[in-house]
């Protein structure tokens, strides 16, 4: 159930109805902060005004003309021109009956689009660091909502495993592993070569001459240089795959997509490019001009496609790879999870893309930027000398201080039991402390703040269903099955179950601009007024039956909005704790 959906497109009808003309529409907000207003229509003085009309006579004619009678209890006009919609308390309690039965709360579906998502997308022979997190964490939860809503996601992983940099790295590794000891190479060792090679590549021309040899070989197909290259990859997929299970991340080995894939399809893409005139060579590169993007000098901003030695670059993947996702794909919707560093990147492939016709004017991707994480000094969040967090170090570190809380909390919760409900916590407030923050600004990450039973935390979220789950456990009630009927009788009753209804509209807005920091905190507030009803009003202590009965379904069906509701952002949930 969508209210606001709803009470659109019937303050819309009575719009037309109206006489108001169609480019005119109704400002549907919903309120909090009034006794007995749930939602107000907006912007009818403005219309008013444009129509020279008077705007409260406008408005109680609108009013007169729409079919809400079902739906709302109460319709006032406030000075000068405002609609005030007060819900009828029956229609409320039918959708949640109506909610509470269906294992998808009664949400509908969208009209389905098929999304490609990139997410995560690290490179080879690295390790995952803190750098990766927002992407893998935000990009993840985007993809259960939209799929959740009924979209066809793609997920796409996709890994920096093709480049230059591979010619040097088997180049190093040639010299120094025999092939079959290269299996049980370690990720972490892998990247110590790494940076090796690349001090020996600049310092030493022999190798700088045999790493681009080696470079040549890998892109003509070189077996011996290919099953390396291959070995390399493969043992990133595997230590990468370990992070994603870890961290409950929905990406599998299917969803890698990498760089190495469009490698085949560049030489005609540049063919294209040349031979219609959007790209030319200079200086032996290929270059395309855009007049869209100015460089430093305020010149038309120069993009190079292949350089003078024949190499392709990030970007001309880029373009082959959007290519290939709008004709091969058939993708309605491309959502890219990069840091906000790569803006002018993606400014610049959607360009290229435009100008050669390889996607349509009015196709626009969609680059979900995000901002850094910072320690509490501001600065970027490092180790002390310097380096990135690896991610490894930081899963780990999360779980084991979700223990000493847990610990701390239920003493008597040990063993196996202890470590699952760390493992659940710990990522559970890895990932909210993520998600909860507007993804576009850059957060402080802070372990004191993410792991507290109180505030806008997992934690005290996860607790809210744990305890409502344990209210049912201690009274030999099952939840999910009860068939009497829920009568909201108190104002804090109607709230809640408003609240409830209003998840639907939360997460179509959280899937419009892959924002799941807003279902961060409606389950917040949810929690929050469950916490606040339950100390009010403690069910047990209720003596009427229907009364009682009603409020441990309410209950019920907040724990369901909860669990399915962190399960959209990835976030498991615990029976004990
Ligand atoms: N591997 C890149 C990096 O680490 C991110 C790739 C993002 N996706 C893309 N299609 N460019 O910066």
Not at 282 to 307: A, H, T
Not at 326 to 344: H, P
Not at 551 to 569: M, N
């Amino acid at each position: 159930m969508n209210i606001q959906k709803l009470l659109q497109k019937k303050i819309k009808q009575s719009f037309l109805r109206n006489k108001i003309p169609k480019h005119f529409n109704p400002i549907i907000q919903c309120v909090t902060n009034k006794l007995n207003v749930h939602y107000q229509i907006n912007g009818i003085i403005q219309i008013a005004n444009i129509l020279k009309k008077n705007p409260s006579e406008l408005a109680k004619n609108i009013i007169n003309m729409s079919e809400l009678k079902k739906i709302c209890s109460k319709i006032t006009v406030s000075h000068p021109g405002f609609i005030n919609l007060t819900l009828n308390v029956q229609w409320i309690q039918e959708n949640l009956e109506k909610s509470y039965k269906c294992f998808r709360l009664n949400i509908s579906y969208t009209n389905p689009k098929t999304v490609i998502i990139d997410y995560s997308s690290p490179n080879v022979a690295k390790e995952m660091h803190v750098g990766h997190l927002r992407s893998t964490i935000i990009g993840d939860s985007t993809a259960r909502i939209l799929e959740f809503l009924g979209d066809k996601v793609i997920r796409t992983n996709h890994i920096g495993d093709w480049g230059t940099q591979f010619g040097m790295l088997i180049a190093y590794l040639q010299n120094k592993k025999k092939d079959h000891v290269l299996k049980n190479i370690s990720l972490e060792k892998l990247e110590k070569y790494y940076k090796k090679a690349k001090l020996k590549f600049n310092e030493e021309k022999s190798f700088l001459k045999k790493s681009k040899k080696t470079v040549v070989l890998l892109q003509s197909g070189n077996s011996y240089i290919t099953k390396i290259w291959k070995t390399l990859v493969d043992i990133t997929i595997k230590e990468n795959q370990s992070i994603y299970d870890q961290l409950g991340v929905s990406l599998k080995k299917q969803h890698i997509l990498g760089e190495s894939f469009y490698n085949k399809l560049l030489p005609s893409i540049i063919n294209d490019l040349l031979k219609r005139k959007i790209a030319v060579i200079k200086k032996g590169s290929v270059i395309i001009f855009l007049k869209e993007l100015k460089n430093k000098l305020g010149d038309d901003m120069g993009v190079i496609m292949q350089k003078s030695d024949g190499a392709f670059l990030y970007i001309s993947t880029d373009v082959a790879c959007l290519k290939y996702r709008f004709n091969d794909l058939k993708a309605d919707r491309i959502i890219y999870y990069v840091d906000s560093r790569q803006k002018q990147h993606f400014q610049q492939i959607e360009i290229i893309c435009k100008k050669s016709g390889y996607i349509p004017n009015n196709f626009n991707i969609e680059h979900h930027i995000f901002g850094m994480m910072l320690s509490n000094d501001n600065k970027p969040f490092k180790t002390r000398s310097g380096k990135n967090i690896k991610l490894t170090k930081l899963i780990h570190e999360s779980i084991e201080r979700a223990k000493v809380i847990i610990k701390q909390k239920n003493p008597n919760l040990l063993g196996k039991k202890l470590d699952k409900t760390a493992h659940v916590i710990g990522i559970g407030a890895l990932k909210y402390a993520d998600l909860s923050k507007n993804r576009k600004m850059n957060y402080v990450f802070n372990w004191n703040n993410m792991l507290r039973f109180e505030g806008n935390t997992a934690l005290y979220i996860q607790y809210a269903y744990t305890r409502i789950l344990s209210i049912f456990k201690k009274n030999k009630i099952y939840p999910f099955n009860l068939k009497n009927d829920i009568i909201l009788l108190e104002n804090q009753e109607i709230i809640l179950g408003i609240q409830l209804l209003q998840f639907e509209e939360i997460l179509y807005s959280a899937s419009k601009n892959g924002i799941p920091n807003i279902i961060c905190s409606y389950l917040y507030r949810l929690s929050v007024s469950f916490s606040h009803f339950y100390e009010n009003y403690p069910i047990f202590s209720e003596n009427k039956i229907h009364i009682k009965y009603s409020r441990l379904k309410l209950s019920a069906l907040i724990a369901k909005t909860i669990k399915i509701g962190l399960s959209l952002l990835g976030i498991e949930t615990v029976d004990y704790m």
